[in-house]
């Protein structure tokens, strides 16, 4: 059973039962586990609070039947929005669309994404993208051995040192100045759509929602990374990728997310009503501070003051 897979479960405090049949390593359970991992996120979705007016962007394969992915190409490592992401007996990832009734736009998120690593090009900050098969739409990316940024904190966080958080905040800077230099807005940058490397090396993913060039993305990021003044149909802008990139650094340094535990819509009350977690003391607190303030124009601002911090 995949590290992501079991982590994911454990976030979201899958009943013992389910775990115990996803242990399983035989393929043959390979269907029965993605079938029981939906059941699980349409429950996660119709119990966890959600902010009103804000999709959630994994709402469609929360509540997508089972029967939606015809093919298994690989192990199942999760699911969202746009599609599902397998690992290959290669050693490869795959993320391929959903084939329900939402396949047209699917692909179109994913072609999407494609389109913005073509754009981005070669970067430490991104993963290496190995083949797109435009005939099926599927990305095919290296794999991150250490998994998503959020489930490595939960799991290790008495045990990483100040050095390598200085790391993850020096390189989630440098990769949003890159892509916001080029024309992208992520729209959801938080430590779910962090990936780690062999190295513990950061690496954003996810770029199927997102905005290029003031296109309207398909994504909303989760509230405690959300701006207080995005709606459904704002225009989004670079402060609101920076909002998101102050709770990402939050999280880094802290190990949990701003009012972690909370509902969704307690969390955004709190940013509208300008109530903010405590910053004092806390290393890069006037980084944070500035960020869900508006107190940068761009990332690279960040970038150059995190550098003169090790100069």
């Known amino acids: 059973m995949s590290a992501f897979l079991r ?34 996120e349409k429950w996660v979705n119709e119990t966890k609070p959600q902010q009103t007016g804000i999709p959630d962007e994994t709402t469609a394969a929360r509540t997508l039947p089972y029967d939606s992915v015809i093919q298994s190409r690989g192990t199942l490592i999760s699911g969202g929005g746009a599609g599902i992401v397998e690992r290959l007996p290669s050693g490869a990832v795959i993320k391929s669309p959903w084939t329900d009734e ?40 290296e794999l991150m051995e250490n998994g998503q940024l959020d489930d490595y904190i939960r799991a290790h966080n ?107 819509r307690k969390i955004q009350q709190h940013y509208k009503t300008n109530n903010f977690p405590n910053l004092e003391n806390l290393q890069y607190g006037e980084i944070i501070h500035r960020c869900w303030h508006e107190g940068f124009t761009c990332a690279q601002e960040i970038v150059d003051i995190l550098a003169n911090k090790r100069s």
């Open 7 to 40: 982590n994911y479960m454990q976030l979201w405090r899958w009943p013992q039962p389910l775990q115990c049949v996803l242990r399983g390593p035989s393929a043959v359970f390979h269907r029965i586990k993605l079938a029981l991992w939906l059941l699980s």
């Open 102 to 141: 939402r396949r047209e736009d699917c692909r179109a998120e994913l072609r999407l994404e494609w389109q913005i690593y073509q754009r981005l090009g070669a970067h430490p900050g991104l993963v290496k993208i190995l083949d797109w098969n435009d005939e099926d739409c599927t990305l095919t990316m």
């Open 158 to 264: 008495e045990r990483i040192s100040s050095e390598q958080r200085d790391n993850w905040v020096k390189q989630a800077a440098e990769v949003v100045a890159h892509f916001h230099s080029l024309g992208v807005i992520h729209c959801d940058l938080e430590t779910r759509n962090c990936l780690l490397d062999a190295h513990l090396r950061l690496k954003l993913i996810d770029f199927a929602g997102s905005s290029v060039d003031g296109s309207r993305p398909s994504a909303f990021v989760a509230p405690a990374f959300l701006a207080p003044d995005v709606e459904v149909n704002s225009k989004p802008t670079i402060q609101h990728d920076l909002f998101s990139l102050g709770s990402l650094i939050y999280n880094i340094v802290t190990g949990h997310q701003p009012f972690e535990g909370e509902s969704s």
